[in-house]
């Protein structure tokens, strides 16, 4: 019989995906271990592998289709020696004959189980029963018109008119590519926002909760979301609504760790390791845990995970969004080790190539934007970890250097602790243990 090819789950938390590259195409053969498709998750572009034998019968989803809901049907494949046009037909029924831009609905995950972004219960691809019960047309050749002729009602999918409504694009000035003319999400992604909002009522814009703010006449341009880009915002939104975070802040002055940093880049030269401040930053992060560990850990409801290792997430900046790759074992590698392992860690961040395993997890947090020149900010916590610490711009300034004033290279840097696992005090112990290793730097070499 038919088998039918999901979307799997490529990680312990991602919910939906984009199906960016099939790399098969119908009436191709397939072994276990055939490379099927490329998929986007909210944090790399991973590749899904065949586990069964057969042929492609009927590929459901098309290229370049976002949001798509784990578990959802993606592809149908024939079974050896089974006829590949009746395993198509019979896999189209079984994935309710839904168009391939459409979300699931009852057919797949039932509303009461699927959850949106903000958390609520209430499902994201739930669409109108009228919706739900268009059957799939077969594509022709020259395309229909939009509205249907059983009146007024505009043929278009479920996720097209989800889409419309977010964007303020009007769906009665659009002709669909869809099969039988129906309005299908590229057809709106393609619409301009502006005209078509100012085609549409100006009360059934004001009906529309999902509507955004009308920008007037400022030039603009309507950027869909990526699926780093909602992750991210859930995430902090959940973070800052849900942990108690209290910040401490010190000043450490690091013109000892500078001239250590010279020393040993002297000595790795021959080696090709480069040590960057943030390298020995990390290193005395993951010490200073050690020395304090009751801040390495972990809220988990009515209880603490207390680690017995320094994980430490070392915050990277790439395109579209940013991915906390993780120093695993800091506290017992060497500087060197650690640079090297952070620079093929944030390379293969910033090309989409880490594995779940390489930015899940971590016991702390650490993230640098001294480059930036910014000298002091507070940074969000990485739930479920208990802190991250902020790392500002080093900076001559005035210090009191033995009693006298002079100037020093001082940054500052800031612990954003999670207030449920971690007292105040505990978190200035931390702080202090932080300060005196990037003080006294020789102290986390031994």
């Given amino acids: 019989m038919a088998i039918e090819l999901k979307m799997p789950a490529l990680s312990p938390t991602m919910e939906e995906g984009t199906l960016a590259k099939w790399m098969v195409k119908e009436g191709d053969v397939v072994t276990s271990g055939t490379l099927l498709a490329e998929i986007e998750t909210d944090k790399a572009t991973m590749e899904f592998e065949a586990i069964d034998e057969g042929t492609v019968a009927r590929i459901v989803v098309p290229d370049g289709t976002d949001a798509v809901k784990v578990g959802d049907v993606i592809a149908i494949l024939a079974e050896e020696g089974e006829d590949v046009a009746e395993a198509a037909a019979s896999g189209g029924a079984v994935a309710k004959a839904e168009p391939a831009d459409t979300p699931k609905t009852e057919g797949g995950h039932s509303a009461s189980s699927a959850q949106t972004d903000d958390g609520s219960g209430a499902s994201p691809s739930s669409t109108p ?35 419309a409504a977010d964007t303020g694009v009007n769906l009665s000035t659009l002709t669909g590519s869809g099969p039988g003319g129906r309005i299908v999400k590229a057809d709106v992604e393609s619409a301009t926002p502006q005209t078509s909002a100012q085609a549409e009522p100006v009360e059934a814009r004001a009906q529309s909760k999902s509507a955004p703010v009308d920008p007037g006449e400022i030039p603009h341009e309507v950027q869909k979301l990526s699926n780093m880009r909602k992750t991210i915002a859930r995430r902090l939104t959940e973070a800052k609504q849900t942990v108690p975070h209290i910040y401490l802040t010190v000043d450490i002055r690091i013109d000892a760790l500078l001239k250590l940093r010279g020393e ?46 320094a994980d430490i997430s070392v915050a990277v900046s790439i395109e579209g969004g940013l991915i906390t790759p ?16 952070v620079k093929d860690l944030a390379g293969r961040a910033k090309e989409g190539k880490l594995q779940p395993h390489e930015y899940q997890g971590g016991t702390a947090s650490i993230s640098n934007m001294g480059m930036f020149g910014i000298k002091q900010f507070d940074a969000v916590i990485n739930p ?12 001559k300034r005035p210090y009191i250097v ?18 449920r696992a971690i007292d105040g005090a505990d978190g200035a112990q931390l702080m202090k243990a932080f300060k005196d290793l990037v003080e006294n730097p020789l102290g986390m070499l031994a």
Avoid: W
């Avoid at 880049?265 to 009751?294: C, F, H, T």
């Avoid at 479920?384 to 900076?395: H, K, L, S």
């Fill in 264 to 309: 040993l880049n002297a000595g790795l030269e021959s080696r090709g390791i480069k040590l960057s401040v943030n390298d020995l930053l990390i290193k005395a992060l993951a010490q200073a845990l050690m020395i304090v560990p009751k801040c390495n850990v972990a809220f988990a409801g009515d209880s603490l995970i207390a680690y017995s290792r």
């Fill in 326 to 341: 993780i120093v695993v074992g800091a506290n017992e590698k060497s500087v060197s080790a650690i640079a090297t392992e």
């Fill in 402 to 419: 033995d009693d006298a004033l002079g100037v020093a290279t001082v940054m500052s840097a800031t612990g954003s602790f999670d207030h």
């Fill in 129 to 163: 029963s009228s919706a739900q019960a268009e059957p799939v047309e077969a594509p022709s050749a020259s395309q229909a018109p939009t509205r249907s002729n059983d009146g007024d009602r505009i043929k278009a999918s479920p996720l097209a008119r989800r889409i």
């Fill in 384 to 395: 479920p970890q208990g802190m991250i610490m902020a790392i500002g711009a080093g900076e």
